[in-house]
């Protein structure tokens, strides 16, 4: 049977731990030539800087070959072409195809119509399983473990889906949750079950000061203007979470803060200077671990 990655239930606890050890050896040797003759679809269907070239630069890093496209409009899907045919036909051009998307479940139905192995790059507000698997490396590079750790979430816990992958795979690992944001944004049921059902500590604030103290690891998240039906809530929310150099006097000291980016003003730039932000070096994280994605997927040794 394909191996796919749509949601991050989709690989277990071993299978996650493999890959993020396989991304250790790339991040010691990032160019090897493990794809050659491999084509690799990249579709994007929705705005990326990170996922996209991160995954380009991993193709092209290990001697395979990137088609694709970062905009629908150029292709056929404009004329009226469905998502369905859109992947069958992409699928007799590649070994591997990698789709954002903006619709919820997309990825799914998408990974149901192809034959090759299909990763989801983002499915509007469900899931980003890669984003997951990059931010668990970057958590264990910086506390060296990744069990009975508090991790705070901050921001848009509603919409954000790396919010929603990274609570799920963390219930693996003995985490305390402290879960931060406005009202209107709390995390969805549906991802607190994982939680609970875990039998898990998670505490609920809507002040960021009285999480920061607790914290290992603190994960800003962006508020997603995009997903609000109504500009006016968006515009209630927008600022409520800015974090400053000034807020991180009473931290522990092995605290880092993560961001899967893009950052609009939740991070203030005079947090970059400080020990504790790690949010570029994430980013750059997203390169081996997503080399080491492929070649799990493709069945490929390293
Ligand atoms: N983290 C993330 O998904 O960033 P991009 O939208 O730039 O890919």
């Given at each position: 049977?394909?191996?796919d990655?749509?949601s ?114 983002g499915?509007?507000?469900?899931q ?24 705070t ?31 209107e ?30 914290s ?32 991180l ?12 980016l ?41």
């Amino acid at each position: 049977m394909k191996k796919d990655l749509v949601s991050i239930n989709d690989f277990n606890k071993e299978e996650i731990l493999h890959i993020l050890d396989m991304a250790k050896k790339f991040e010691a040797n990032p160019d090897q030539n493990l794809l050659n003759g491999k084509v690799i679809a990249v579709l994007f269907f929705e705005p990326s800087t990170r996922t996209r070239l991160s995954f380009e630069s991993a193709i092209q890093r290990l001697g395979g070959r990137v088609i694709g496209f970062s905009e629908a409009t150029n292709t056929s899907v404009k004329k009226g072409e469905s998502l369905g045919d859109t992947i069958r036909t992409i699928n007799q051009y590649s070994d591997m195809i990698i789709m954002r998307n903006p619709l919820d479940g997309s990825a799914r139905y998408a990974s149901e119509n192809c034959t090759v192995p299909f990763i989801n790059a983002g499915d509007g507000s469900n899931q980003h399983p890669t984003q997951c698997l990059l931010d668990l490396y970057s958590i264990l590079q910086t506390q060296h473990t990744l069990d009975n750790l508090n991790i705070t979430f901050v921001g848009d816990l509603k919409y954000g889906r790396t919010v929603h992958s990274l609570v799920k795979a963390m219930t693996d690992f003995n985490t305390t949750f402290h879960l931060v944001s406005p009202l209107e944004l709390k995390l969805p049921s549906a991802v607190k079950y994982y939680i609970k059902k875990n039998n898990l500590p998670y505490f609920q604030y809507e002040r960021l000061e009285d999480a920061i103290p607790l914290s290992d690891i603190i994960y800003m998240t962006r508020i997603q203007q995009e997903r609000f039906a109504d500009p006016m809530e968006y515009e209630k929310v927008k600022n409520s979470y800015i974090l400053n150099a000034n807020m991180l006097s009473n931290v522990k000291p092995n605290m880092k803060i993560l961001h899967p980016l893009p950052r609009v003003n939740e991070i203030d730039i005079s947090v970059d200077a400080t020990p504790y932000a790690y949010y570029f070096q994430q980013a750059q994280n997203g390169l081996f671990v997503r080399q080491a994605l492929i070649c799990y997927m493709l069945g490929i040794e390293v």
